[in-house]
């Protein structure tokens, strides 16, 4: 079952300023990208203590990324609404990527009787498709999976960029990882430029083997056969659950965002990369 997608697009207002490839390999085609991943933790501190989205939407501007991958994005919370006075009256992603990410993606995942959350894409450039599947393996566990097409300027071709959340059992990644890997068969072939990042709960990097062999993907900090970064808690990360997989890029470097003044955000630290186009570019 699908859930529902709603993609916003916005009037452009500036240059991104990024390095656009020389002269003679197309004009004008950007050649470096940043991205980041973070689970929000629906905009409230780590023990939901505190109501953070103010502060995380400040943080992530201050990053300057491209394109934001989000997990576990509030589109609608009528409780919160009316017990905090400065709630945004927009969607999170909606009030977040607001004059700074000029088209957005969400996909609500968990829909309930006062709100829905989910999945949600940031993005510079404009999003020329999206489509949200559900891969939840629990009733009381929803996942999706929210892919979505990006037109990169100067690029041939468009850039598939996929946001996941993955289930906390073994069994429950490995069935979704494998849905995530024939539906990216399909509709994003051989070497097409692909990113797919977010909160895949796997502790034990069981996926990280699937996404090279079946995508060929490198993670970012891992590369080909390495470890992916410790992202939890991040108050001092221990665990290694989140993810930034990326395919036709080089990785020039990375970065895990922990500690104050991230770790009264969310439970989760924030990951971001620096890539750039590969020797065989979409340009």
């Given at each position: 079952m699908v859930k529902s997608v709603v993609t916003r697009r916005r009037a452009r207002h500036s240059d991104s300023g990024k390095e656009v490839a020389p002269t003679g390999a197309g004009h004008g085609a950007v050649r470096q990208l940043h991205v980041c991943t973070y689970n929000i933790h629906k905009g409230f501190s780590q023990f939901n203590t505190r109501m953070m989205v103010h502060e995380l939407r400040e943080r992530l501007r201050g990053l300057n990324p491209d394109?934001?991958?989000?997990?576990?994005?509030?589109?609608?919370?009528?409780?919160?609404?009316?017990?905090?006075?400065?709630?945004?009256?927009e969607p999170q992603h909606e009030f977040l990527a607001e004059n700074v990410w000029h088209d957005t993606a969400y996909g609500g995942n968990a829909i309930y009787d006062h709100g829905h959350h989910g999945n949600a894409i940031l993005s510079r450039f404009s999003i020329l498709s999206s489509h949200n599947q559900d891969i939840s393996e629990l009733r009381f566990e929803r996942r999706g999976m929210l892919h979505c097409e990006v037109a990169?300027?100067?690029?041939?071709?468009?850039?598939?960029?996929?946001?996941?959340?993955?289930?906390?059992?073994a069994a429950a990644r490995k069935r979704q990882m494998l849905a995530l890997a024939e539906r990216m068969d399909e509709i994003a072939p051989g070497d097409t430029p692909l990113i797919i990042a977010g909160d895949f709960n796997d502790w034990r990097n069981r996926a990280g083997n699937l996404i090279a062999e079946r995508l060929g993907?490198?993670?970012?900090?891992?590369?080909?056969?390495?470890?992916?970064?410790?992202?939890?808690?991040?108050?001092?990360?221990?665990?290694?659950?989140?993810?930034?997989?990326?395919?036709?890029?080089?990785?020039e470097r990375s970065?895990?965002?922990f500690g104050p003044p991230w770790s009264r955000i969310s439970d989760h630290a924030a990951l971001s990369a620096h890539v750039s186009v590969g020797q065989h570019s979409p340009a």
């Amino acid at each position: 079952m699908v859930k529902s997608v709603v993609t916003r697009r916005r009037a452009r207002h500036s240059d991104s300023g990024k390095e656009v490839a020389p002269t003679g390999a197309g004009h004008g085609a950007v050649r470096q990208l940043h991205v980041c991943t973070y689970n929000i933790h629906k905009g409230f501190s780590q023990f939901n203590t505190r109501m953070m989205v103010h502060e995380l939407r400040e943080r992530l501007r201050g990053l300057n990324p491209d394109i934001v991958f989000l997990q576990e994005v509030q589109g609608l919370h009528l409780g919160h609404a009316e017990q905090h006075h400065d709630w945004p009256k927009e969607p999170q992603h909606e009030f977040l990527a607001e004059n700074v990410w000029h088209d957005t993606a969400y996909g609500g995942n968990a829909i309930y009787d006062h709100g829905h959350h989910g999945n949600a894409i940031l993005s510079r450039f404009s999003i020329l498709s999206s489509h949200n599947q559900d891969i939840s393996e629990l009733r009381f566990e929803r996942r999706g999976m929210l892919h979505c097409e990006v037109a990169v300027p100067g690029w041939d071709a468009p850039l598939h960029c996929v946001c996941i959340h993955l289930g906390l059992t073994a069994a429950a990644r490995k069935r979704q990882m494998l849905a995530l890997a024939e539906r990216m068969d399909e509709i994003a072939p051989g070497d097409t430029p692909l990113i797919i990042a977010g909160d895949f709960n796997d502790w034990r990097n069981r996926a990280g083997n699937l996404i090279a062999e079946r995508l060929g993907m490198i993670e970012v900090f891992g590369g080909a056969s390495g470890r992916p970064a410790r992202s939890f808690p991040s108050t001092l990360p221990v665990l290694r659950l989140d993810r930034i997989y990326v395919r036709g890029f080089s990785i020039e470097r990375s970065e895990v965002h922990f500690g104050p003044p991230w770790s009264r955000i969310s439970d989760h630290a924030a990951l971001s990369a620096h890539v750039s186009v590969g020797q065989h570019s979409p340009a």
